[in-house]
């Protein structure tokens, strides 16, 4: 009963972790800002890092099945 929301909430994660790296990774690779108005390696790095975050929790939630 409670895997269903675990496979979501993990779903989810990876999608939107994976989504965020490849972009950042895109921008960074073109070099396009990431964010407007903020260093490019700030910006890059903190992107990368909310992606690993989110990266980890997806493995986090599908681990807990």
Known sequence: MESGPAI???L??????????VWT???VRHRE???QGVS????????????VVALGLAAYCLTRL
């Open 33 to 35: 800002p990431v964010s």
């Open 8 to 10: 979501f909430a993990g």
């Open 12 to 21: 989810v994660f990876a999608l939107f972790g994976g989504a965020l790296l």
């Open 40 to 51: 490019p390696v700030a910006s890059a790095a903190l992107a990368g890092a909310a992606a």
């Open 25 to 27: 990774g895109i921008r």
